[in-house]
């Protein structure tokens, strides 16, 4: 029976929750590894989710309307969402993002009509940042400004949506949640959802190990500009992911799995891997593939360890 015909925005979230199999061979028996697979949003990464709710939350406020421009700084996956849900609602878009974002992202983001304002990538996304809320400050009449390091329904839109979707989708039985640190609304709010539907459930943070590293969209807590809406005690265990073990993972998803995924989802799986090796039988541990691997095409890491 087919489904009745939705909008775009309707199409966001509701993702599958997929169980590892194959990277998963030598954990301990009764030990299962499941992965939220946001790369399957409409919008290609899991920010599709938060994306739509700052719109949706500016537009309750009287903060959006016709007539505004939406800006904000990204290092890409929001951006896209942004581009595409403006293009759907009919806002324009105006994004701030370091100059080193892969060719994919940029030309997306272009596909979509987004106007982009390209920063310096050795600040990263705290550059791009700091410009964003410069141009907001100076033409506040022009601009809606989401913010999404320091909006409240960034985390929400994971209270609301992807907590409360594993929980189901597990019927339950969730008893470990991984996820990195961006802006992070995907952990903030997954971890208070979960955690309020059962205080028992272990959260536990992911970030790069040093401050100059490969994982698209994540942060270094210690050298970054710690996001508002970041909350650190909301993390059971805090782990560190280098790059290249990020990279080798991301490969081993799309070639045993079938998973093209990018690297921070190989980052978080790495990280649920070595936490599901220390945890008994019963253990259910979810975690969250960030997004599509088909936006670094153009990345090097692509063209290692291929098959002859």
């Known amino acids: 029976m087919l489904e009745r015909p939705c909008t775009l925005a309707a199409a ?107 920063t310096d990538p050795l600040e990263a996304t705290d550059g791009a940042q700091r410009l964003a809320k410069q141009l907001a400050a100076e033409q506040p009449e022009t601009y809606f400004y989401p913010d999404q390091y320091n909006n409240d329904a960034n985390w929400q839109a994971h209270y609301n949506g992807t907590g409360l979707e594993i929980w189901e989708q597990t019927q339950g039985r969730v008893t470990h949640f991984l996820a990195g640190l961006g802006t992070s609304g995907t952990f903030v709010g997954t971890a208070r959802r979960l955690k309020a539907l ?56 799309v070639r045993e799995e079938g998973l093209f995924v990018g690297v921070s989802a190989g980052a978080n799986v790495v990280a649920t891997l070595e936490l599901a090796r220390t945890l008994p039988p019963g253990s259910v541990v979810v975690t969250i593939l960030c997004d599509a691997g088909t936006r670094y095409l153009s990345d090097h890491l692509w063209d290692e360890g291929k098959r002859t």
């Open 198 to 253: 059962s205080p028992t459930v272990q959260c536990i943070a992911m970030q790069p190990d040093s401050p100059l590293h490969g994982l698209e969209g994540m942060k270094h807590m210690a050298t970054a500009l710690v996001p508002g809406i970041y909350d650190p005690t909301l993390a059971d265990a805090n782990v560190e992911v280098a790059t290249e073990a990020a990279q080798a993972m991301a490969r081993r998803l």
């Open 12 to 118: 966001v979230g509701n993702t599958p929750l997929i169980q590892l199999r194959r990277v998963t061979a030598g954990l301990p028996e009764g030990v299962e590894v499941y992965a939220k697979a946001e790369h399957l949003n409409p919008g290609g990464s899991v920010k599709d989710r938060a994306a739509l709710n700052m719109l949706r939350d500016g537009e309750r406020r009287g903060a959006l309307h016709p007539g505004k421009t939406i800006l904000d700084a990204t290092s890409g996956n929001t951006g896209i969402a942004y581009a595409m849900l403006g293009a759907a609602l009919g806002y324009p878009v105006t994004l701030c993002l370091p100059r080193n974002a892969s060719p994919e992202r940029k030309k997306l983001l272009r596909v979509y009509g987004a106007e982009i304002i390209e």
